[in-house]
């Protein structure tokens, strides 16, 4: 069965400095990765994804993640925080088409002055 | 704009009562999906529906009901066999070419 650990439940860090948040899977074939953001009392909103190909991608609001298959990781990085960024975030494992996607317990991050 | 809703945004009920969370998408997608998400729990998959007239219990379906009568509706009831419904709901849809999911804003029930 498909699973994620996020080990970090709790993240601070201060404004321009930078990010790195761990996300590990556990599935048999090449998963599709994302990491999804979520802002207090939101929905989620999707910053990144990797199905194959190049394994350091690209997303939206400045974020990055790779894929190392080696260390089965998928960590989300950004070089310079903003306190916007303040939100939780989510790593997620499917194994493509509609079949299930299966969550990490997420990692809030706080950005202090 | 295509989008998932979801209503009401807040939701009070009394114990021992049914309640059905709305969830609309007119984004064409096939897959819709529910969530429940506590506290440090992340999201846990209640149902999910690949197609019309058809839908797959997840992880934690006991005390829920689904149905999916049309492609952009996938209401969700909280019965009252469920054992501890207060939680944030969230509704999410899918389409196979990219993969991901988009997610609606969320129903926050509270059980009273």
């Known amino acids: 069965a498909q699973s994620v650990t996020q080990p970090d439940i709790h993240i601070t860090v201060s404004e321009g400095a930078s990010l790195e948040l761990r996300c590990n899977y556990s599935y048999g074939a090449t998963p599709y990765l994302f990491w999804y953001v979520q802002s207090p009392g939101q929905g989620l909103q999707l910053l990144l994804k990797y199905f194959s190909g190049d394994t350091l991608v690209q997303g939206i609001k400045g974020f990055e993640a790779e894929f190392k298959r080696s260390q089965s990781s998928f960590n989300l990085r950004k070089p310079s925080v903003h306190w916007s960024d303040a939100a939780e975030y989510f790593c997620?494992?499917?194994?493509?088409?509609?079949?299930?996607?299966?969550f990490g317990t997420g990692t809030k991050l706080q950005v202090i002055p | 704009d295509g989008g998932i809703t979801q209503s009401p945004k807040y939701l009070f009920r009394k114990e021992g009562q049914n309640v059905t969370l709305s969830c609309e998408q007119n984004?064409?997608?096939?897959?819709m999906y529910w969530y429940r998400q506590d506290p440090g729990q992340g999201l846990r998959l209640i149902y999910y529906?690949?197609?019309?007239?058809?839908?797959q219990k997840g992880d934690i379906a006991e005390g829920y009901s689904v149905s999916r009568e049309k492609k952009e509706s996938f209401p969700l009831t909280v019965t009252s066999a469920q054992k501890n419904p207060t939680a944030f709901y969230l509704c999410a849809s899918k389409s196979v070419p990219g993969n991901e999911q988009f997610f609606g804003p969320g129903t926050r029930l509270t059980v009273l």
């Open positions: 984004l064409n997608h096939d897959a």
């Open positions: 529906s690949q197609i019309v007239n058809d839908f």
């Open positions: 997620a494992v499917s194994s493509g088409g509609y079949q299930k996607v299966t």
